[in-house]
């Protein structure tokens, strides 16, 4: 089976996320709209604890 990720996209140019997230599509993982720039700083942080917590599974 297959796994399939998520992008989380955020920023202020709406023209630019949709490119963004056709080209996520093209790589078969899911775009997810996180809003504006303001949000990628917590999105760093989620990542962070992400790949932490993979190395404790």
Do not use: C
């Amino acid at each position: 089976m297959k796994e399939i990720g998520t992008a989380f996209i955020a920023g202020n140019n709406e023209q630019t996320q949709e490119k963004v997230s056709r080209i996520v599509k093209s790589l078969g993982w899911d775009p997810y709209d996180a809003g504006k720039i303001e949000s990628s700083r917590a999105l760093e942080y989620m990542g962070q604890l992400h790949i932490r917590a993979r190395n404790f599974l």
